[in-house]
């Protein structure tokens, strides 16, 4: 019996090592809700992209007030959704943040809401996905658009 306790607890840590090496070679930030305790976790990487100091308790009040004021109902209505059961829970959105020094970042945000029971029991217990910072690609597609206009102007010229 032993034996198999220790090798279950090799199992998992090795399980949760490989997640974090696989989140961590991907640059993705990891977020997780559960709505049965109404616990929040965000990892290091994640806060770093919302530019949020380590430690603390992040909730989704916190988290919509560093989304641009420009994206926050985008936002909000799709996580309400996803919680709703839209699209089977699926939640993808692409969106601004600003951070404490008040530079923009773009944000390319993907989850999954999953529910317990049926019919009218049916119901949200956990919330879970992952951030990536995409303000690079956003910044060479604005600059690929300010060239192709400048082209299409000295064209007309």
């Known amino acids: 019996m032993r034996a198999a306790h220790a090798q279950a607890e090799r199992a998992l840590r090795q399980s949760s ?7 961590d070679t991907a640059e993705l930030g ?13 990892d290091e990487r994640c806060r770093d992209l919302f530019g949020f100091a380590t430690g603390g308790q992040i909730d989704y009040e916190m988290a919509i007030e560093h989304i641009h004021p420009e994206d926050r109902l985008a936002v909000d209505a799709a996580v309400k959704q996803a919680i709703a059961g839209v699209d089977g829970g ?13 530079a923009v970042h773009w944000i390319a945000s993907h989850g999954r809401v999953y529910f317990e029971g049926e019919g009218a029991k049916r119901g949200a217990t956990r919330f ?18 300010r060239s192709e206009k400048l082209a299409s102007v000295g064209r007309m010229a």
């Open 17 to 23: 090592e490989q997640r974090h090496l696989a989140l």
């Open 30 to 42: 990891a977020w997780d809700y559960r709505f049965n305790t109404g616990d929040v976790y965000w």
């Open 90 to 102: 699926a939640y993808h959105r692409e969106f601004r943040v600003f951070w404490p020094d008040g």
């Open 128 to 145: 879970i996905g992952a951030n990536l910072d995409i303000t690079a690609r956003k910044q060479a597609e604005q600059a690929l658009l």
